[in-house]
């Protein structure tokens, strides 16, 4: 199993205007740059913009993730995944789930909705208990 890490290098968040908006869509894209082998392992820088229309708040964070092979196979194994179109879904949801807390936090902050979904919890199994919080 490789080693994953994260760097983030900028992280920009700004509202543009407070007017109330009846209906407001929010787009998320995230972009992927070409792959890099540093000191045997391998570099991937991101670019993740959520934008609003109508145009009240924009949210951008930059970085690179770091995938770092444990043998030759493994190796050989993410560099064919890397080098494919489009990126492979790992690694697009290591970058999602990694940024989700921040994506949040600046979402609230400039008075938002967060652009995804928080995943629900699971059914409780019988015999548990889960506990419900309300805002």
């Given at each position: 199993m490789p080693t994953i890490s994260?760097?983030?290098?900028?992280?920009?968040?700004?509202r543009y205007?407070?007017?109330?908006?009846?209906?407001?869509?929010?787009?998320?894209?995230?972009?992927?740059?070409?792959p890099s082998r540093r000191d045997g392992s391998y570099a991937v820088e991101f670019v993740i913009n959520?934008?609003?229309?109508?145009?009240?708040?924009?949210?951008?964070?930059k970085g690179s993730v770091f995938i770092s092979p444990v043998s030759a196979e493994e190796s050989r194994k993410i560099e064919a995944d890397l080098s494919k179109q489009?990126?492979?879904?790992?690694?697009?949801?290591?970058?999602?789930?990694?940024?989700?807390?921040?994506?949040?936090?600046?979402?609230?902050?400039?008075g938002i909705p967060p652009p995804v979904q928080l995943p629900l919890q699971p059914p409780a199994k019988e015999g548990e208990h889960r506990y419900e919080y309300h805002t």
């Open positions: 994260f760097r983030i290098d900028s992280i920009r968040a700004e205007s407070f007017e109330p908006v009846p209906h407001l869509n929010i787009s998320m894209n995230i972009m992927f740059g070409k959520i934008n609003c229309s109508p145009p009240i708040a924009s949210i951008s964070i489009p990126p492979p879904q790992p690694l697009i949801a290591m970058v999602i789930s990694y940024n989700l807390p921040i994506i949040a936090l600046l979402s609230r902050e400039l």
